[in-house]
């Protein structure tokens, strides 16, 4: 697997081939209704989010797109959405997304990185478990068509929160 920063044309490439589970992810919360569509305003923002990676097979073909964008200070959302060809880097994208971003580059950005994952997409609530997410809600209806939701959060462990007396000292 290789990875890179993003660029715009690789977006539409994967949106033009998505898993059938990210294209309804993606589909129920946007605008519009074509996936091209939402990935040409996602490729159009590139340079709002803080990190925009794509994850490449050994044919250096784009496979999945990960981005993490700034919210709040120090609070950021993360997306993610693959094509069907994830499972020939799924095992090395996991220990990526683990090991160099939400142990090493994550913790030094942001205390609360949040998530929002389609009810019925239990792969994805699955691999946001495994790396350290925590399953806060589930939002009744929030897709345009009545889907729901469940808002996942990781909180950085070393995040060290002032007490309040502290601030005004």
Known sequence: MFVRRTHPAEILEICADLRPADRAEMLATSFVDDPAEHGAAIASGLDQAVVALTLLDDRRAPVAFVGFWQIAPGVATVAMF???AFPSIAKEAHRFCRDRLMRDAVPRAFRRVECRALET???ARLWLKRLGFVEEAVLPRLGKRGESFVQCAWVNPSY??????????
Not at 160 to 166: D, G, I, L, V
């Open 82 to 84: 693959a094509t069907p």
């Open 121 to 123: 997409n239990a792969r």
């Open 160 to 169: 060290r929160q002032e007490a309040p007396h502290e601030l005004f000292q």
